[in-house]
């Protein structure tokens, strides 16, 4: 399965690398080779836990013993970097630091400190879960830290406020190839905008209603975007030569939603694309080609991907299924993902929910025809 990854140089970068589901190992190495070797040294006395899981039937203790036992050597690649203790101190709890147990917490600890590959590694040891869309490492402690299962920051937190109505990013997307090792791609021959929620116009030019100007990626597939903190979107679209032929046509259009940003400067944003949501869109009894397409991931309080019920409540008629290692699997009803096809066209509320029916997360994107839209769910603010 193709995917890009759009680089946003803010501090924000790694918590992306942690929470979507793709590979870590995959994001840590590119963000290792963007970001530059850790610096070493010798510290005692850091916190054990990287972030606090809910405090429920013996979660924390639980979590705390399996980490001091599975993770020696991740803790230890960790202590020996500065930035991955900056980090550690800043997430896991302390004496005087409640530690970190939901999004925004998260987000200003990578907005405030270096990028550490490092600090992503250990994260990953507790909290990497083998739900999409490979197993967890051998020595996860995915079970006893809850991975996937942390709720308890479900309308409990907010975004940080921002001062100005947009920021200025820099905007970098990479092609990640399927196998786990090969370095990252350069994307080509794409544009790009910046957007709010909207309804889209089906063929943008340039632009579309609520976006503003189409940018072409420079030869390193970067472009710098204005872009609305309060609720961003992304628009992609396939570039064209001077026929007018498609230069590169599994890029499809597609609108990105992510989480609220907090400042200008680096996260990613890994965005399935092309050719391998075509073939699954194509797997679904009913689909009919040029029709709206939603795919939606979601995430828990700590960024780990969570296995929900994913719904369109204005959208009955939307044909649903789920994506594992890129074919269909209309099945599982909970799962870390969920993908619509035919869904009408309209400004359309997303909404997810556990197996016990408590709602966790809701939003509004954009659907339209021929668009991919792709929308990160996060857990519910206290405002939603």
């Not at 990613?268 to 869109?281: E, I, R, Y």
């Amino acid at each position: 399965m193709r995917a890009f990854v759009v680089r946003l140089r803010s501090a924000l970068a790694v918590f992306a690398c942690a929470v979507i589901a793709l590979p870590l190992s995959l994001l840590a190495g590119g963000c290792s080779k963007l970001a530059g070797i850790d610096d070493y040294s010798v510290s005692d006395g850091d916190p054990i836990l990287p972030a606090v899981p809910d405090d429920v039937d013996g979660r924390v203790e639980n979590c705390t013993r399996c980490i001091r036992h599975n993770c020696v050597e991740e803790r230890s690649q960790c202590l020996a970097s500065e930035r991955c203790r900056d980090m550690l101190r800043c997430m896991g709890p302390t004496e005087t630091n409640a530690g970190c147990d939901n999004p925004n917490c998260i987000a200003r600890c990578v907005s405030d400190n270096a990028v550490s590959p490092y600090f992503w590694k250990y994260f990953a040891c507790a909290f990497t879960s083998g739900e999409f869309p490979t197993p967890p490492p051998s020595n996860s402690c995915a079970t006893e830290c809850g991975a996937g299962a942390n709720w308890d920051c479900v309308h409990g937190f907010d975004w940080d406020p921002m001062p100005t109505p947009s920021v200025d990013v820099a905007v970098q997307i990479y092609i990640v190839p399927a196998a786990l090792n090969a370095p990252l791609l350069v994307a080509q021959f794409v544009e790009i905008a910046a957007c709010t929620d909207g309804y889209p116009d089906p063929n943008p030019v340039p632009g579309d209603v609520n976006c503003r100007e189409w940018t072409p990626l420079s030869a390193y597939g970067e472009a710098d975007l204005e872009v609305p903190f309060a609720s961003p979107a992304f628009a992609f679209r396939s570039m064209k030569d001077e026929s007018g032929s498609i230069l590169q046509p599994w890029a499809y259009f597609q609108r990105l939603y992510p989480r609220p940003l907090r400042r200008s400067g680096p996260f990613f944003l890994p965005v399935v694309l092309g050719s391998s949501l075509a073939f699954v869109a194509g797997s679904i009894d009913g689909y009919e080609p040029g029709s709206s397409i939603v795919f939606v991931n979601q995430v828990d309080c700590l960024g780990t991907a969570a296995a929900v019920k994913v719904e369109l409540p204005d959208a009955p008629s939307a044909l649903r299924t789920t994506v594992l290692n890129g074919e269909s699997h209309p099945e599982l009803e909970y799962f870390t993902n969920a993908f619509f096809v035919k869904v009408p066209p309209a400004l359309t509320r997303v909404r997810s929910s556990l197996r016990n029916g408590t709602v966790v997360s809701a939003r509004a994107v954009v659907a339209a025809p021929g668009w991919f839209t792709t929308v990160t769910l996060y857990p519910a603010t206290r405002q939603e």
